[in-house]
């Protein structure tokens, strides 16, 4: 079940997952769910409607064949899009596209392109990390802040110095950085959640949020603006390894 309270939530990692994992779904009609629950024969309710939620739980529980054939929809569609079926379709219009370059003999004015900017970054940021969310591109403080996103923050900042060498990019990667440093338990494991105010809202985070952050600590290593930032966080990702099983680690590669 994803009960979202606002319609403008355009994706959802989370209905996502249950639809590629075979899931029979309930949710309020926000887009996201709208549009795939067409397509894989969930159920919706309307937004803030326990009764009718009641009643759809009730009347799937009484037909358990009729969420046996919601999860076989799902489950279907999951394997359409999982991500090798996704990749051979971006090959495919990459493909198309070289072939059709070729035959007009044009070529993409990227001068004509606007040139990099992080302004909205710098608007998202604070002294304690990137805000998770945001209302209408005005920072949403009521949400705080979570692993997951200043790790996604790091690893673009990182790439984005790595083309263009801004100092700002340098500014806000100490930052994110930072919060990364902040939110480790002392076993490795990390925090995901942090409220505005500072307070841990979770003892550890989730697993993608766990992946995320060893990723973008795993390009900073290869890609470190100074020493001092490679020394972080090369001590954050060893620490990491705590939490991991040794036999997690058999084909782990040294850090140099």
Not at 98 to 114: F, G, M
Not at 217 to 244: C, H, M, V, W
Request: with cysteine; proline share 4%.
């Amino acid at each position: 079940m994803t009960p979202y309270l606002n319609e403008a939530q355009i994706t959802s990692g989370t209905l996502s997952y249950a639809v590629g994992a075979g899931c029979a779904v309930v949710s309020t009609p926000y887009w996201h769910a709208s549009e795939l629950l067409t397509m894989v024969g969930g159920r919706l309710f309307d937004f803030n409607n326990h009764e009718q939620l009641s009643s759809i739980f009730m009347d799937l529980l009484d037909h358990p064949g009729t969420m046996k054939e919601m999860s076989k929809k799902a489950y279907a569609h999951g394997r359409e899009v999982t991500w090798p079926m996704i990749g051979e379709k971006y090959i495919m219009l990459a493909k198309m596209l070289v072939k059709k370059a070729n035959e007009t003999k044009t070529i993409s004015d990227l001068v004509s392109l606007p040139s990099l900017s992080l302004d909205h970054i710098r608007r998202m940021t604070d002294d304690t990390g990137i805000i998770q969310h945001a209302k209408y591109g005005i920072p949403n403080f009521k949400e705080g802040y979570c692993l997951d996103d200043n790790a996604r923050a790091l690893l673009m900042v990182l790439m984005a110095y790595k083309q263009q060498r801004q100092v700002v990019s340098v500014e806000l990667l100490r930052v994110y950085l930072a919060y990364i440093h902040y939110m480790q338990n002392e076993d490795g494991t990390f925090h995901n959640f942090l409220s505005y105010s500072r307070n841990f809202l979770d003892e550890k985070g989730s697993e993608d949020s766990f992946g995320r952050t060893i990723w973008a600590l795993g390009y900073l290593l290869d890609n470190p603006p100074t020493d001092a930032y490679y020394q972080l966080g090369k001590e954050i990702f060893l620490k990491q390894r705590r939490s991991l099983k040794t036999s997690d680690l058999s084909g782990a590669l040294p850090i140099h």
